[in-house]
């Protein structure tokens, strides 16, 4: 009865973290815009790839607060710094790079078949870097981890958080991929390819400057 008592009294926290977690996935991000780019210009397999590099990374950050590394970044504001101005370049490189495609006359390649392992790997890197190289994903994950565990909570409970929130960060991110890459949105950013891009340029650019200036 005692071990059902307990379960009990950490459910709601689990819903509170996993509502958190599904609010931050979902709202508009540069990971989310990212994705959204990916699936249009390149495709459904290359967005899903990405899709799961940015769930790596966010991953990375919840073990990092799992493990306790959190309260190192927290305390050496010096490796957070880095890590800030590390992400911001890395949001202005994306921004630059969706300028130039915008400002060029290059051909649509969405009748490109998606492409090789290795552009998969660099696009799953990319995933991965767009997340670890935020460092409000570790602040949200200290949030998280200060939501759903308690000072008795069992090991079971930051199973499940990790668990539970791995999966969503999959459902969002793939979802995203998913609507992102089908038939309509296909046709509309055929017609519209300088414009999107565009939009992710200023996007990026506004996500990279904000980084770099905050002091967080």
């Given at each position: 009865t005692?071990?059902?008592t307990?379960s009990?009294?950490h459910?709601?926290q689990?819903?509170l973290?996993?509502?958190t977690?599904?609010?931050?996935t979902?709202?508009?991000?540069?990971?989310?815009?990212a994705i959204m780019g990916?699936?249009?210009e390149?495709g459904r397999?290359?967005?899903?790839?990405?899709?799961?590099?940015?769930?790596?990374?966010?991953?990375?950050?919840a073990?990092?607060?799992a493990?306790?590394?959190s309260?190192?970044?927290?305390t050496y504001a010096?490796?957070l710094?880095?890590?800030?101005i590390?992400?911001?370049?890395?949001?202005?490189y994306l921004?630059?790079?969706?300028?130039?495609?915008a400002?060029s006359s290059?051909p649509t390649t969405?009748a490109?078949?998606?492409g090789?392992?290795?552009?998969f790997?660099?696009?799953?890197?990319?995933?991965?870097?767009?997340?670890a190289?935020?460092?409000?994903?570790?602040?949200?994950?200290?949030?998280?981890m200060?939501?759903?565990l308690?000072?008795?909570?069992?090991?079971h409970v930051?199973?499940?958080i990790?668990?539970g929130?791995?999966?969503?960060?999959v459902l969002?991110f793939?979802?995203?991929a998913?609507v992102?890459?089908?038939?309509p949105?296909?046709?509309?950013y055929?017609?519209?390819?300088?414009?999107?891009?565009?939009?992710l340029?200023?996007f990026?650019?506004?996500a990279?400057v904000?980084l770099?200036l905050?002091?967080?």
């Amino acid at each position: 009865t005692g071990m059902v008592t307990m379960s009990s009294e950490h459910v709601d926290q689990l819903f509170l973290v996993y509502a958190t977690y599904l609010i931050a996935t979902a709202s508009p991000g540069p990971s989310n815009m990212a994705i959204m780019g990916v699936a249009m210009e390149r495709g459904r397999m290359s967005a899903i790839v990405l899709a799961l590099g940015v769930v790596t990374g966010s991953m990375f950050w919840a073990l990092l607060a799992a493990t306790g590394l959190s309260a190192v970044l927290s305390t050496y504001a010096n490796a957070l710094f880095a890590i800030k101005i590390a992400g911001g370049l890395y949001l202005l490189y994306l921004a630059w790079k969706a300028a130039n495609s915008a400002l060029s006359s290059r051909p649509t390649t969405l009748a490109i078949p998606d492409g090789s392992r290795l552009k998969f790997r660099a696009l799953y890197r990319r995933g991965i870097l767009l997340h670890a190289g935020n460092p409000k994903a570790i602040l949200a994950w200290i949030a998280i981890m200060s939501l759903g565990l308690q000072p008795s909570a069992p090991s079971h409970v930051l199973l499940a958080i990790i668990g539970g929130c791995a999966v969503l960060g999959v459902l969002v991110f793939c979802g995203y991929a998913l609507v992102f890459s089908t038939g309509p949105m296909l046709r509309a950013y055929e017609k519209a390819r300088r414009w999107v891009e565009g939009a992710l340029a200023l996007f990026f650019g506004i996500a990279g400057v904000r980084l770099l200036l905050s002091r967080a």
